[in-house]
């Protein structure tokens, strides 16, 4: 088993920053995808970003993409997310997730281990 735990939401005004953090522990591995999810009210979970355990390859939508950036610190099994640029759409609870992907980065439910979530919202 895998626990996940994240933290640094909040509430911000438009244009501002948050940085999120996910601390992982159990049976983590460093070979794990680590990826971020978001879910507003009514609406599907969304894929946010995901970062192989490497760093080296990282994957983000189109909505997400330029402003927020997603970083991991294997030695602490710690994976970031900071957001820029926020807008009043980026409202929603953030989760963290991680598994041992081969594949379909983008597809939440490819994920077997998740955090509660953490609630970002954007004030206009």
């Known amino acids: 088993q895998v626990q996940l735990l994240e933290s640094g939401g909040g509430l911000v005004q438009a244009g501002g920053s948050l940085r999120l953090s996910c601390a992982a522990s159990?049976?983590?591995?460093?070979?794990?995808?680590m990826a971020w999810f978001r879910q507003a009210p009514g609406k599907e979970r969304e894929f946010v970003a995901a970062i192989t355990w490497s760093g080296i390859r990282t994957l983000y939508p189109d909505s997400v993409n330029g402003r927020f950036t997603i970083s991991r610190d294997n030695a602490k099994n710690t994976v970031h997310l900071q957001m820029n640029k926020l807008k009043p759409e980026d409202t929603a609870v953030y989760y963290c997730a991680t598994g041992n992907l081969g594949s379909d980065y983008a597809a939440w439910h490819a994920y077997p281990y998740w955090g509660q979530g953490t609630q970002v919202t954007v004030s206009s």
């Open positions: 159990g049976r983590t591995s460093s070979s794990y995808i």
